[in-house]
């Protein structure tokens, strides 16, 4: 605490992200990272980007990446923001679209960052209960309201939304903007980014850090209306000019050009995904259906807690959370089908 | 303009940086950019960044990076803040620092970025006048304030505080956070980094985008007492949690591991400047004193937007501010040796 802080700042209560050991050898699955590194495609324009070009700055506006982009989801370029990873698009949309008379809507269980961002940008907000099941209630967000946002699947829980839920939401909130963070889409969803050209209140987020392996490299983007996108740009170029470095830029662009790779990546962690659910549930585990590159499970038996001690001991990290609602569940980020055998290995042992 | 904006957005007047021009065969003197390209040693950490690695998050605390500054700077780690660019690094100070009743200080002519933050975060501010010899004039900040902040050397003029005028103010101004943003400061200034063990509300932002020719790499940071770096972080981890990507983190440990080539840059842009200084003078102009790695100068019998706009035909562009006291000058980056003597050579031949 000083003095000299603004007043905001004695109040906030910063994110805490997963934590990021510096001992190698674990067994890390505690913060949805890919089990496989990014296409060799996108390695190789991160090297050619490491020449004397980097003396001046990048494009601020970003435009190759973003006309790749809006090609590879057949919007227009001018429907496309990027951003330096999904969380800071997502601050921006906090601050452009979000601060309102009315509170923001949130699901209770959600990503823990939601709650962050209002107090930072004094956006009052109100949650919504999700149901036993832990599924978002679209009717439950019938109610004024300056914006909503909701993961979809969603974090922690990797439950799906289906599309025909999102359009009911849309037609039913239609004097506010939903944003619909998508950071976990591609292990399993339908995309909301069909949908943009229909509601102009519609924003959908994206990240390259999960599907396309590049958390290192901080690339996020949303894709909406002209409209809403220009009210995000006017932000961040209050902000900052240059949130993009160049080989971030290449590497994305690089990333959407090899649809190969990043299809049989995602094939691969839905695939151990569907064979750790069957062997956790073997162990007696109840869990979650999932569509993202997480699991959500609770022993009946075995406290979540203990249990995520319990394989820290054997160099395994998992995400607890002590949380109301979620204090008994494990999110077990989806590893190699090596590292995910030898979770399923070590529950067994420690189930006894 | 949309219904679905936060109210603040219809307000904002985004800041707009120099042009990046994507034809090449230019001579660009227009964004302060090194002529110099960076450390063999950068491309190299760079290269090695490239590989399956990436798919894991970069470390959200930079602790390597931050520590490499430390002991360059003969501080404590926990006295170092890094973000993405020196503006992300303002933009936060002006959360974390300068969000106070009184209004925030600056010179009336400066870095355009500053009211632009102003009116983003929503900090009120009143500017100080320079004198007539575009010097900064400390007894004239000796005001009820929030804040101060300023380059050093300033921007757009190039002239350089000494140290002492920067302690005398520390010494009249106690209650609140006065800001030295050196992004110029290692072409012949001297750092004010000296003397924040001597003053709690002392905050240093420097760049690697200027002196270590990484504008492509988006890498600030900024010094001062602990309590202050907090206040930072806080906002920081408010905001953004891994702003700086795994090559960038591993670029700018490189830079401040080459000091050689780093210095051996340096005197370059000061010795091209020293001769493109006198070429000026010698075609009439008149020539700011500069500690930075630009000029600003004007001619006076030939208006400055012209003369820009001649240059830009033979394909050199400059930097031109239509902005009252400054509309008759030219700010000129220091270019490499052969692109001094071009500019030289274009405006001698157009001065008839």
Sequence with gaps: MSRYWSPLVKSLTPYVPGEQPKITNLIKLNTNENPY??????????????????????????????????????????QVFVGNGSDEVIAIAFQALFKHPNPLLFPDITYSFYPVWSDMYQVDYQTVPVTDNFEIDVQAFKQANGGIIFPNPNAPTGRLLPLDQ?????????????????????????????????????????????????????????????????????????FNSYPLDRPAQAAAVASFLDEEYFQSCCQKVIASRESLTEALTALGFEVLPSAANFIFAKHPEHDAETLANQLRERSIIVRYFKKPKIDQFLRISIGSTEECEQLATALKDMLG
């Design 37 to 78: 590194g990014p296409s060799s495609k996108v390695l190789e324009a991160i090297r050619s980007e490491a020449s004397d070009n980097l003396r001046l700055y990048p494009d601020p506006n970003a435009d190759t990446l973003k006309q790749t982009i809006a090609d590879y989801h057949s919007v227009d370029k001018n």
């Design 166 to 238: 999102i359009k009911l939401l849309l037609e039913i909130n239609t004097d506010s903007v939903v944003v619909v963070d998508e950071a976990y889409i591609d292990f399993g969803g339908e995309s909301a980014i069909a949908l943009v050209n229909d509601y102009p209140n519609l924003l959908v987020i994206h990240t390259l850090s999960k599907s396309r392996s590049l958390a290192g490299m901080r690339v996020g983007f949303a894709i909406g209306h002209p409209d809403l996108i220009e009210g995000m740009e006017r932000v961040k170029n209050s």
